[in-house]
């Protein structure tokens, strides 16, 4: 903000400078024009009034009887008066300092063979009035433009922006429990309106995480005081046999029957225990309704043609058909993207494609690329959570990503699968995608 109102101030001083040395400049050039007008109309009518001398013999009486009889009209002449050479001395000094004019203008004493001639003229000035003006009013203007854009610019953008600045700053920190300021306003309404929803998403997302993690480590305390009763029953069945208190074959035998049963019964705790700590990590929302799958494509096409092509990867899509399915559509772009990442990344770079069927039932999209180097054995597991290839090397990555598509596409009813194929002596991972039709 500080910032901007010094550049403010300093658009303002270079607008006042302009201002004055626009001014100045006008009143230069206007009093020039004035002195060229003067000299101009001068020397015009003492061309005239020698020309008329030498035709009449006399000089003019006035003004009107000099252009009526030189069918001129002098601009800016407003008064022509005349005496003889010949007159008084104490007559010429009165004429010539005399005001004999009646207009209130400027005047020009000429001198001919014979006369004095008293000129009085007036200089028109409108037009470079109006030029100062109409320059006065742009500047002035541009003052007010600059001024309500600045006003605009603050109040609409730069406010906004630095109450959102500190936003992520305070969702790193995790203090998800303020809400945003609602703005109507068409430049930051909508993204306040994400960054809300993104607050309110990643604090119900917080919430129910921690009721997860209440619940397992309920769970796990509650399984782990029920394995004490079978392991103390086994304890004590341990110590009477070391010590021979059952001298019947058949006590002893019943005895290992009942150890048995106990270690059954914490088999079956332990594989509670592995079962709670696995299921539910991730907790996947679909919101599933009818949509067009062209919409999904080519958000795909738009995402994808100029990655690959920085990346230097062959990306093609083949033709498909507009057709109304069934799923939710956010879910369905998250699915087809991991898809094509892990294609980019296990890939060899050289192409990626995909092709589009529509089917009786089903809409079918398949994304291949050539260079895999996953073992034939172990393409049953690749939608397994944490299972992870002998082809990921020292690639990053979780094991989780086609297990969560597969998990999607499951709540969507549709179905995900994998199978790789060679051709032309390379080897290509095809996962078709099945979406349900509406």
């Given at each position: ?56 013999g006399e000089s003019p009486l006035n003004l009107k009887q ?272 991991n898809v094509i990442e892990n294609a980019i990344k296990y ?92």
């Amino acid at each position: 903000m500080k910032k901007m109102n010094q550049l403010l101030f300093i658009f303002l001083l270079i607008l006042a400078i302009v201002l004055c040395i626009g001014n100045l400049y006008l009143a230069r050039k206007t009093f020039k024009e004035e002195g060229r007008m003067d000299r101009v109309s001068i020397n015009r009518i003492e061309k005239a009034l020698v020309r008329y001398e030498e035709e009449y013999g006399e000089s003019p009486l006035n003004l009107k009887q000099f252009e009526a009889a030189t069918g001129e009209v002098y601009q800016g002449i407003s008064g022509l008066y005349s005496i003889s050479k010949d007159s008084s001395e104490q007559k010429i000094s009165e004429f010539l300092t005399a005001d004999l004019g009646s207009a209130g203008g400027d005047y020009r004493i000429l001198a001919t063979e014979t006369y004095y001639y008293y000129v009085e003229y007036e200089v028109s000035t409108a037009d470079n009035r109006q030029m100062v003006i109409l320059f006065n009013v742009i500047v002035v203007l541009a003052f007010v433009c600059v001024l309500a854009f600045w006003f605009y610019v603050r109040n609409k953008i730069i406010k906004p922006f630095h109450r959102l600045s500190e936003v992520p700053f305070e969702l790193s920190k995790g203090n998800l429990s303020i809400p945003l300021q609602e703005n109507k306003d068409k430049l930051f309404g909508r993204f306040i309106w994400g960054m809300d929803l993104l607050r309110e998403n990643l604090e119900e997302n917080k919430a129910k995480e921690l009721e997860l993690q209440r619940e397992k480590k309920m769970l796990l305390l509650s399984l782990s005081h029920d394995i004490k009763t079978p392991l103390s029953a086994i304890k004590l069945y341990a110590k009477a046999l070391s010590r021979n208190l059952y001298k019947d074959e058949a006590k002893k035998l019943e005895i290992a029957g009942n150890i048995d049963e106990k270690v059954d019964e914490i088999e079956s705790y332990i594989s509670d225990i592995v079962k709670a700590s696995n299921e539910d990590f991730l907790h996947f929302e679909v919101k599933n309704g009818e949509f067009y799958i062209k919409d999904v494509l080519e958000q795909i096409r738009e995402y994808y043609q100029d990655k690959m092509q920085l990346n230097q990867i062959s990306f093609e899509m083949g033709s498909y058909s507009n057709c109304l399915v069934y799923g939710d559509k956010e879910r369905l772009v998250e699915v087809l993207q991991n898809v094509i990442e892990n294609a980019i990344k296990y890939g060899d770079g050289r192409r990626i494609w995909m092709d589009m069927q529509r089917e009786d039932e089903e809409y079918v999209i398949q994304i291949s690329n050539t260079g895999c180097e996953l073992e034939d054995k172990e393409l049953p597991h690749i939608f397994d959570s944490f299972f992870r290839g002998s082809n990921v090397e020292k690639k990053p990555g979780s094991g989780l990503g086609l297990y969560i598509c597969r998990e999607l596409m499951h709540l969507m009813e549709g179905e995900i699968a994998a199978s790789v194929v060679s051709q032309d002596e390379t080897r290509i991972m095809m996962v078709q995608v099945a979406v349900r039709l509406a």
